[in-house]
């Protein structure tokens, strides 16, 4: 399983920016699918997931109500909305899969992607 995040870069603080994620490969089903990031000096922290289905998504508290993540089953991709972008939310991000699960979930994530970087300007 190949997982490809794009769709970051800088913007200032109170704009959007959408990130994508495609898998490839050996990507078997619809599988959980989830977006962490890591800040400079931090260690890595869940954002968001959402199940198989795209029924049932999850947010962390720092993020609810501004990011919104959806999925194309059909193109294998999930995106990540993110709204009234903060500083604090500058971070490498990254997707991942819970492989042979379908539930939205915090943990249990085993394939992850390259990360994209988003940078917001205050």
């Known amino acids: 399983v190949q997982l490809q995040a794009s769709g970051g870069g800088l913007v200032q603080a109170g704009g959007s920016l959408r990130l994508t994620c495609t898998a490839s490969?050996?990507?078997?089903?619809?599988?959980?699918m989830g977006w962490f990031r890591q800040a400079p000096g931090k260690e890595r922290e869940f954002v968001g997931g959402i199940s198989g289905s795209g029924g049932s998504t999850l947010y962390a508290d720092s993020v609810k109500g501004r990011f919104t993540i959806s999925r194309d089953n059909a193109k294998k991709t999930i995106f990540l909305q993110m709204n009234s972008l903060k500083s604090e939310d500058t971070a490498v991000y990254y997707c991942?899969?819970?492989?042979?699960?379908?539930?939205?979930?915090?943990?249990?994530?085993?394939?992850w992607g390259q990360g994209t970087e988003v940078t917001v300007s205050s």
């Open positions: 991942a899969t819970a492989s042979g699960t379908y539930s939205v979930r915090r943990y249990g994530y085993d394939y």
């Open positions: 490969g050996r990507f078997f089903g619809d599988y959980a």
